[in-house]
């Protein structure tokens, strides 16, 4: 892979554009870790849906999510997000659905802030 030449130590940040997870979990694999981040664990239809959600970040959870297994549908934006399952001792849809709108809510608010804090970052597609 290109990345193993690349010194990611240089970098404060790390973040995955992942047109899906397949782009996080390489990393992670190479470089022992991934930065938590909106876009590291998705599988998006089309480049398109993740350029929009890019540009309008305010845009998700705006419509609400749809269950798709195993994935959560973002519905405004068409971006799946991995969620937790009842085997991560979430009883029923209604916690696991509330426990990724607030991992995802806390992720953009960190993406948006982390896209301003004036740091060396690099973003990985």
Not at 13 to 23: R, W
Not at 42 to 47: L, S
Not at 83 to 95: I, M, Q
């Amino acid at each position: 892979m290109f990345w193993r030449f690349w010194n990611v130590k240089k970098y404060d940040h790390v973040i995955s554009l992942g047109y899906n997870c397949e782009v996080s979990f390489q990393f992670f694999l190479k470089h022992k870790f991934v930065e938590s981040s909106l876009f590291a664990w998705v599988n998006t239809e089309t480049c398109q849906n993740l350029i929009n959600a890019l540009k309008h970040p305010d845009l998700v959870l705006s419509k609400g999510l749809r269950e798709v297994e195993p994935m959560w549908l973002d519905i405004a934006t068409g971006i799946s997000f991995h969620g937790k399952t009842k085997r991560d001792g979430l009883e029923t849809t209604e916690e696991i659905e509330k426990e990724l709108y607030s991992r995802i809510s806390y992720l953009r608010d960190k993406f948006a802030q982390t896209a301003r804090d004036g740091k060396k970052n690099l973003y990985i597609f």
